[in-house]
C-alpha cells in the first residue's frame, strides 16, 4: 500500500494543491484531500484542524498545507502537539525541515514561490529521511 499524503489549505493555495495532488498519485501516493474545494473565500482553519488531527491520530504520517504566505495554515497547524509544519520557499529548507526538524508538515507560501518550485519541495520533502541523534533529543523538547 502506498503512503498516504494529507493536503490542504486555503483558497489561495487551491490551484497549487489541486495541481499536486495529480502529481503525487501519478508517483504512486495516496492523497487525502481535506479543502477547499474550489477558489471561493475560505477561514484555513477549517480544513487545518482536521488535517491535523489524521496526521496525529496516525492515519497518515505527512502532508502539505498551502496558503498565500504559508503563515496562516503554519500557525494553525503548530498548535496541534505533534505537529511540526515547517514553511519552506527553497529545496535546502525542504530537506533540512525532515533531516533537521523531523517535520512532519511542509508549508508551502503559494503567493510567494513557482509551481516548479513547490514541486521540488514537496518531492525533497517526501523524499528526505530525519537524521536522528542529536535531532532526535532536541525535537523531543519541542512538545509545551
Not at 493536503?7 to 494543491?17: M, P, R, S
Not at 491520530?57 to 504566505?69: D, L, T, V
Not at 509544519?85 to 508538515?105: G, K, M, P, T, V
Request: with cysteine; net charge negative.
Amino acid at each position: 500500500m502506498s503512503e498516504i499524503i494529507a493536503i490542504g489549505g486555503d483558497h489561495a493555495g487551491f490551484t497549487y494543491k489541486q495541481k499536486l495532488i495529480e502529481i503525487l498519485q501519478k508517483k504512486g501516493y495516496e492523497v487525502k484531500d481535506f479543502g477547499p474545494f474550489s477558489e471561493g473565500s475560505v477561514d484555513y482553519p477549517d480544513f487545518i484542524h482536521p488535517l491535523c488531527n489524521a496526521v496525529t491520530s496516525g492515519e497518515m504520517k505527512r502532508g502539505i498545507i498551502i496558503c498565500g504566505s504559508g503563515n496562516g495554515v503554519a500557525i494553525t497547524a503548530n498548535k496541534h502537539q505533534e505537529i511540526r509544519a515547517a514553511i519552506c520557499w527553497n529545496e535546502e529548507l525542504a530537506a533540512l525541515s525532515r533531516q533537521h526538524n523531523d517535520a512532519n508538515l511542509i508549508s508551502i507560501p503559494a503567493r510567494f514561490v513557482s509551481f516548479e518550485l513547490t514541486e521540488k519541495m514537496v518531492d525533497t520533502f517526501l523524499t528526505t529521511e530525519f537524521e536522528g541523534g542529536r535531532h532526535a533529543r532536541r525535537v523531543g523538547k519541542i512538545p509545551c
